[in-house]
């Protein structure tokens, strides 16, 4: 496996540290990293979990909006973050893999590097409230 | 190729009669190939010396800039090549997030800083914002990488006459690690490092130190040494010596690293004016030789 940029290795540093919840994925949106706090409100710890693809990932928590309906991938913050290069934010419902569904709001960032590198993107994100 | 050390010290310059042994000038490292091209990295205090030993057989030389802290770039304004007019110099560096090398070099070399403006050196004088990623440059195939270290920071991994040197002059890959050192993706410089024949590695501080000094962009000896295993490096040149260090507390440093290393790492303390040959496989790796530099180069 090829060593990951710089940046992307301090960013996985930084939010081991953290005490929010953040899911770091590479340019093509595959899951890199996702820290304790998120291990809790994903209801699975990333040891067990490992890369996944976007594809995946996107479907696996099963996303849908306040009305019940699924959220389509590109709907989501991380993907915008992550193919349109700019940050978004949204709150959706994700069902974790513990069996819970919860809301969360969710913040993306992308991730770019200097001479213009597409290094992917990072998600902070909460439990919102329900109302 | 042979690798020769002009300027072993980080930070700051120390020298001094406690330092006589393993020198007192900041980063600067001369690599030659077998064709007598030239490479230089850092442009620290040590690099006056080198420009005054460089003949008129040489018509270009190429300086990689790892970063542009003080330690890297305070001989530049003294490098003898510079005020050459057929001299054909090529400064290669990071540039920021938002100014190029040209911007960045400027600051120091004009007034009041420095009386002469980079605009002015009467060399043919070019410079590059070092490409992240494989480039070539007369006789060396050169490797760049962004590294752990404040601000934009690269190390170099330069391959010619089959080996492969690697510099990695101011590196702090345990920042934040859980373990030294995990998954080599996770690791920073560990692309540059692999198998390497001789890596050239920031080992600064004591462990008693480091403590103090987290998030300063510098390893401990044992951190050093812990990297040269991950990558199982052949040789391992501790570098960027504390300016606090002197000739006494280096030689038990290294005898510490040494007994950590494996019996297929050799341990070869950089010193000012040593000249390290590095050759292909089977052989690897011909006797150190240590000598003065002198007026004829390398």
């Known amino acids: ?53 976007m594809e995946e990932w996107s479907k696996d928590f099963e996303p849908f909006d306040d009305d019940g309906q699924p959220v389509p991938a590109d709907d989501l913050p991380l ?23 919860r809301r969360l709001a969710i913040t993306a960032i992308p991730l770019l590097g200097l001479a213009d590198r597409r290094l992917g993107a990072a998600a902070v994100f909460w439990e919102a409230d329900e109302s | 190729v042979k690798v020769t050390f002009w300027g072993t ?31 230089v990295l850092d442009a620290g205090t040590g690099i006056r010396r080198l420009g005054a030993s460089i003949g008129p057989d040489v018509p270009r030389v190429d300086v990689l800039l790892t970063h542009l ?15 050459r007019p057929d001299f054909d ?11 190029h090398l040209w911007s960045r070099l400027s600051r120091y070399l004009s007034p009041p800083l420095f009386p002469v403006r980079l605009r002015d050196l009467p060399c ?10 494989e480039f070539e440059i007369p006789g060396f195939k050169v490797r760049a990488a962004l590294v752990c270290h404040p601000a934009p920071t690269v190390g170099y991994r330069l391959e010619a006459d089959g080996v492969s040197i690697t510099y990695i002059s101011d590196h702090e890959p345990a920042l934040g690690a859980k373990e030294l050192f995990g998954p080599p993706e996770w690791t920073s410089g ?51 010596y504390d300016p606090t260090h002197d000739d006494a507390m280096l030689d038990r440093m290294h005898d510490l690293a040494r007994a950590s290393l494996p019996a297929e790492c050799e341990l070869i303390p950089a010193r000012e004016g040593a000249t390290i040959e590095v050759v292909a496989p089977p052989n690897m790796v011909a006797p150190t030789t240590e000598r003065e530099p002198s007026s004829s180069g390398a």
Do not use: K
């Open chain 1, 1 to 53: 496996v090829p060593q990951h940029e710089i940046e992307v290795i301090l960013m996985r540093e930084l939010a081991s540290y953290l005490a929010m919840a953040i899911f770091v994925v590479d340019p093509a949106g595959e899951l890199l990293y996702y820290n304790e706090p998120a291990e809790l409100l994903l209801g699975r710890r990333f040891d067990e979990t490992g890369p996944m693809s």
């Open chain 1, 79 to 101: 993907v915008i973050a992550v193919q349109e290069r700019h940050p978004a934010h949204g709150t959706i419902w994700i069902r974790a893999a513990d069996g819970r569904t």
């Open chain 2, 9 to 39: 010290r980080g930070s700051q310059a120390s020298p001094g009669a406690d330092t006589v042994r393993y020198g007192g000038n900041t980063s600067c490292v001369e690599v030659r190939n077998d064709a007598g091209q030239l490479v």
């Open chain 2, 69 to 83: 802290h003080l330690d890297h770039i305070q001989g530049l304004g003294f490098f003898d090549c510079l005020y």
């Open chain 2, 89 to 99: 110099v090529h400064l290669w560096g990071p540039a920021s997030t938002t100014l």
């Open chain 2, 124 to 133: 043919t004088l070019s410079l590059h914002d070092v490409p992240l990623g």
């Open chain 2, 190 to 240: 560990f692309d540059l490092a692999e198998d390497t024949d001789l890596l050239v590695h920031d080992a600064q501080y004591t462990d008693a130190e480091y403590t103090s000094r987290v998030g300063w962009g510098h390893s401990t000896v044992g951190h050093a040494v812990a990297f040269a295993r991950a990558v199982r490096a052949r040789r391992f040149v501790p570098f960027h």
